[in-house]
């Protein structure tokens, strides 16, 4: 009789537990595809009212408690491009290399650069980034970045990684495309790495131009990205050593 009544008293523990994943699940919303890149698109919009561009080119969100930036230019106000794939793309005037490099799609690449997650959330009605995270912030060190695997995976990385855990995946774990697109609208300078920096400009990759749903390197789900970058420099890879 003991065990049957410990067995009950049990049951009624669990089902109390279910109901209250039920309770605090209740207000979890998952998007459809269509409705994802929606709220991506319309967050991206939103971010760029919000923000201006500094003295040196890094994206700076607008303070209603000062007036000293009531002057600056909304980055929707700047001659931004939309590209089909979603990805957004802004030339800050002034500040690119003349005549500049082309960067090439396997080229070590150096960069200065302040990068942000988000993922893409309706707050009273109205969609926005949330959940900032920061991807890769160069300016906090004052370094910068060289040869990063999110523009081009060496093989050999990509091989080590499949053969630790017994995985298959493609360069597309670790590299984001939708910042490989938006780059190439750009040029590359050819300054040290210990030359001051002044940001080029800006690239949004919504999270279908990211990783989307798909598994990654950086457990990224559903998240768009914000590049705020200065391409230093740039040059060829050797193939045949990935050097």
Do not use: W
Not at 38 to 55: C, E, G, P, Q
Not at 156 to 176: A, C, M, P, Q, W
């Amino acid at each position: 009789m003991k065990k049957i009544l410990l067995g009950i008293a049990l049951s009624a523990v669990i089902l109390q537990a279910c109901n209250n994943d039920d309770d605090n699940n209740e207000d979890a919303v998952i998007l459809t595809i269509e409705e994802q890149n929606s709220y991506d698109d319309a967050a991206a919009i939103d971010f760029m009212n919000k923000n201006y561009l500094n003295s040196k080119g890094v994206i700076t969100e607008f303070d209603d408690t000062v007036t000293t930036d009531d002057n600056e230019i909304k980055l929707i106000d700047y001659d931004y491009v939309k590209l089909p794939s979603g990805v957004i793309y802004l030339l800050r005037p002034g500040a690119q290399p003349e005549p500049g490099k082309e960067i090439g799609s396997t080229d070590v690449i150096h960069l200065m650069i302040v990068a942000k997650s988000y993922i893409s959330t309706k707050v009273d009605d109205k969609i926005v980034y949330s959940n900032e995270s920061t991807f890769s912030n160069s300016l906090a060190s004052g370094n910068v970045v060289k040869d990063p695997a999110y523009y081009y995976v060496k093989s050999s990385v990509l091989k080590n990684y499949n053969d630790t855990y017994h995985t298959t995946y493609g360069r597309n774990f670790y590299e984001i495309e939708g910042l490989q697109e938006g780059l190439k609208f750009f040029k590359s300078f050819d300054l040290e790495d210990s030359a001051d920096y002044n940001m080029q400009g800006v690239i949004i990759v919504p999270s279908r131009a990211a990783f989307a749903r798909d598994s990654n390197i950086y457990a990224y789900t559903d998240r768009s990205i914000v590049f705020n970058f200065q391409v230093y420099k740039t040059r060829a890879r050797d193939m045949a050593t990935e050097d």
